[in-house]
DNA sequence: CAAACTGTATATATTGCGTATGTACAATAG
DNA sequence: CTATTGTACATACGCAATATATACAGTTTG
């Protein structure tokens, strides 16, 4: 498993390792039971506080992606690729809601909308493919 | 000029005011010129402190949708709907792009996820036409 | 002019979050 | 037993958001 933290960025370093290690798994890179470093591990690896990184996996394990096992470590929960995309689609739907709400109440329409929609993805999709 | 604030929110006041201030805006609910509430009779009647009602202010003189008097007040700026649109686009764009690119990397399609864009919209005009 | 309103500037206090440190305890692997 | 794992707790520091109070500067109104 590969991460990239930075603190030039204004995101928790907390967020960015639940951020990224939440994409591994939905996106089936990480399979189930694979097993993850020990937050020791990871903090001497990422030279990042040990809480930090207990933090991170606190909140994988409240969102039920991973489990643990005292003495043995962190492991990627058992869930099927249905459950993985009804996942991201619940996330999407939250962190979408406020934002299209204010744009509707700031005059945009649903063509408008979609237009500034495909065009993120658009330019996104092009990176991926670089 | 009406506004809903509520201390229930996880949402700062400063930040609702800016938030329905600016839908006001550029929404074309209060045209160019028209002469804002001052941030003590703002503060009085919403019962905040003034300062909360100046830094909302500070904010909205940034973003120029508004421009202020010493001595007179604070007063909608001047533009035009094709700049308001531009604006309520940008601003939109800024706060998708983050939310779109982490649905991506969770290993959504294109598809799922205007379906979820569609889907809050959906919801969201029934909410007004009720 | 004088009073009552405007916006502006500054100093200060409080709160909460992110982050970090240290210590101790519990379970597993070798 | 020893080393490693996860878990729990108390503590502390820095920083940004938030709020309060006070004083200063320009405009309107009587």
Redesign the interface.
Known sequence: MILHLTDLSDEPLQSQIV?QV??NI???DLAPGYNLPSIRALAREQKVSVITVQRAYETLLRQELIHSRRGKGFFVSTISNEQ??DI??Q???A???K??????????S?E???A??????KS??RK?EA
């Not at 934002?99 to 945009?108: F, I, M, Q, R």
């Not at 500034?116 to 993805?121: K, N």
């Open positions: 951020r939440r994409a939905l996106a089936g993985k995309r991201a689609r996330h999407l739907f962190s979408l809601q934002p299209l709400l204010a744009a509707l109440s700031e005059g945009l649903e408008n909308v979609l500034v929609v495909r065009e993120i993805i996104e999709t991926a």
